[in-house]
């Protein structure tokens, strides 16, 4: 009984304490020096590509970033030169014409800004990286209901659809997948389960990928979920797998790290960059290989007597 006394007294006086401690205090953030950012990219996709110049802003400005006009952007491969175009209303933002790029080739981004906001001399920058490679395709793509700690399908409110996409994967344990789900042509952001939306394929390269000899249990593995309460009858849902570098997954992780970082409380973690400069430039310019695949949902998945 006195143990439990004492236990209260002392939560009580922990809640005084912290009443007592409002008092706002400012705190004197050094200002970080500005430097040239880039974001860009190039795909085997048949499309326009784009890279995004911009400076850095300080921690915690609101503001939109300063985009970085009137650059010369080019893109090599061997003898091919892909030319990239700021955008009349947008500035900043280059697009090349449509064109694929191609798996396993090199590619080298050059960027020059003569008048720039920081010196009195040119910008210069580059980057170099080589195309991931990627499996040739996905089959077809299952949506199949999600499974309790038991293996029995979920149906009540927290059921949900696995995407499960069906395809020869090649023997790099290397590769990470940046995955995208689409829901009738839309991009779908509810998207819990993976780490950031990647997944590595060590462990399952050279598998025929939800093939019988690599299941878990008899049950496939999805590359993400779906809430069931966004999906109807017939939807179409399209998986996207991006094969990037380790390098590259690395670049993403650490900024999604830094998303809400309290300096207060801990340093940021290290910025990777492939960008190199005579200014100081941070970024990364990535060469993507993609395979999609798609499936039609159909509500009778959630039937139970349906399911196996």
Sequence with gaps: ???????????????????ACTEDITMDMP???KRPVVEGSITDECKQHEVI??????????????????????VQSGSDTIWYYEQD????HYLSDSVAGKKNRRYRLEVRVEDNTLYSRPLWMYAETKMSNNAEGIDSVGLLPK??????PIFDDNAAVCVCPYFQTLSDSSIVYNVELYL????????????????SMEGYAGYYFNGSEMLHNNIEIPVGIMNKSYMHEGDVVKVKLYSISEDYMYFLVSQKLAIGVNPVMGAFPAMFSNIFSDCDAIGWFNAT??????????EDIFQQDTVQ
């Design 147 to 152: 499974r309790d700690g038991n293996n029995l």
């Design 184 to 199: 009738n042509g839309k991009r779908f952001n509810n998207r819990p389960s993976k780490l950031f939306n990647l997944f």
């Design 289 to 298: 290989s993609v395979i999609t695949g798609e499936g039609i949902y159909h």
């Design 1 to 19: 009984m006195i143990k439990n006394k004492l236990h209260i007294g002392f939560l009580m006086g922990l809640g005084l304490l912290a009443a």
């Design 53 to 74: 110049l911009s400076y850095s802003s300080e921690l915690y400005d609101t503001n939109k970033p300063e985009m970085i006009s009137g650059a010369k952007v080019y």
């Design 89 to 92: 209303n947008k500035p900043g």
């Design 31 to 33: 200002e970080g020096r």
